[in-house]
């Protein structure tokens, strides 16, 4: 911050020597013009009017150096890479340690058998195969077959049937973008490291959906009348997880390749508060129906993303670690991406446009579902019982090897 405070009065000082500069030149030529003998005074004046002159081109060269739209500046640099202001009800906080809970669904199940993680389980019912995805393309993949495979695509069929009743527009995004669409939403230049990225292309892979669904209308003034849009999009998703090493290497639950359904809203400023509980709400539905224990946090100042202006988890029951671990992350982004990408509204006709509030969480992803599915319907045989509300989507009820 001191950096990016002395790049600024840099900036502002060589703003006002222009204008001086310039008032001054001005001064001079006015003065030349009201002289009885006009060609005495411009002999003597234009000196100064010269210097004046070297003045302002050399002081607007050091602005257009340090001007915050200029690329390359290091204002802009700066910038760039100042997270989102948090709103005033984000809890304080260094780490997640901090985080607040809000409420919980459900109840835990308490098993009278040993329960088993859901590497094991998959293995053994030959629906997982991470030594296959390993030959194929190393660590952190993953092989679904069979009955794996088949529930996999009813969780993403039945996430994207929800939003619909929910409102939701479905959208099949490019899941290549470009580095501006990147930056638009925040994931440049922070998270640069995460990305799988083709330079030669200058093509990006998304990490997530929110990317394509929220620059969706970059650059562009909607009508008041038509907030909020609402969005939802099943997509694969691509993350080098390059700062979680060592963490959650078995498994599904931190993989380099992994599907979700994104939800993304773009909303009145004045409302997006509350647009953030209507799309957490959503988002826990699922769970719900799905009879997944589950718990809402808050997340504190120092565990807040770089988007995000405030946020809430949802972490369902994971017997394997027994505990509550992260399925959903919903944030509401105020105008952080929507400055960044020129996403703006008109209340009316005759109103200047404003900068729309955009929102966006997962509903949910299907790997970690699976996780909690496979964890907390094993039985004692190591068969799966499929919750209710998945079995139209997979034609069966349980899987067994």
């Not at 470009?178 to 990006?204: C, H, I, V, Y």
């Amino acid at each position: 911050m001191d950096e990016l405070l002395r790049y600024d009065e840099e900036y502002r000082s060589a703003l006002t020597a222009v204008e001086r500069a310039k008032a001054e030149k001005n001064r001079l030529s006015a003065a030349i013009g009201e002289a009885p003998d006009k060609a005495v005074a411009a002999r003597e004046l234009r000196p100064k009017t010269e210097g004046l002159s070297r003045e302002i081109e050399e002081a607007d060269a050091r602005a257009q150096a340090l001007a915050p739209t200029e690329k390359g500046s290091p204002l802009r640099e700066l910038l760039q890479n100042l997270p989102n202001l948090l709103d005033d009800s984000v809890p304080d906080g260094a780490d997640a340690a901090s985080n607040v809970e809000l409420r919980r669904w459900g109840e835990p199940r308490r098993f009278d058998f040993v329960a088993k993680p859901h590497w094991e389980l998959g293995e053994r019912l030959g629906i997982l195969d991470f030594a296959r995805a390993a030959k194929l393309s190393g660590s952190r993949f993953s092989v679904l077959t069979g009955a794996g495979a088949r529930l996999a695509r009813a969780l993403e069929a039945f996430f994207l049937d929800r939003a619909a009743a929910r409102g939701y527009v479905e959208v099949a995004p490019p899941l290549l973008v470009s580095p501006e669409t990147m930056w638009s939403t925040g994931q440049l230049n922070k998270f640069a490291d995460a990305m799988f990225e083709d330079p030669q292309a200058r093509l990006f892979m998304i990490p997530t959906a929110e990317v394509p669904l929220t620059a969706l209308h970059s650059d562009e003034i909607l009508e008041g009348a038509g907030l909020p849009k609402k969005y939802a999009a099943g997509t694969p998703c691509f993350r080098k997880e390059a700062g979680a090493a060592g963490k959650d290497t078995r498994g599904l639950m931190r993989q380099h390749q992994f599907e979700k359904v994104e939800l993304v809203w773009l909303s009145h400023p004045e409302t997006s508060f509350e647009a953030l509980e209507s799309l957490t709400g959503d988002a826990e539905s699922l769970l719900r129906e799905l009879e997944l224990p589950y718990r809402i946090v808050a997340l504190c100042a120092g565990d807040m993303g770089f988007n995000a202006a405030k946020t809430y988890d949802i972490e369902a029951w994971i017997p394997s670690s027994d505990s509550y671990r992260e399925v959903s992350s919903c944030s509401n982004c105020t105008d952080f991406q929507a400055r960044r990408a020129a996403i703006r509204f008109r209340r009316d006709a005759k109103s200047k446009p404003e900068l729309v509030h955009t929102l966006n969480g997962s509903g949910l992803p299907v790997g970690r579902t699976l996780i909690a599915i496979l964890e907390n319907y094993q039985q004692a045989d190591g068969s799966i019982r499929l919750p209710q509300a998945l079995q139209p989507y997979t034609g069966f009820s349980e899987i067994r090897s």
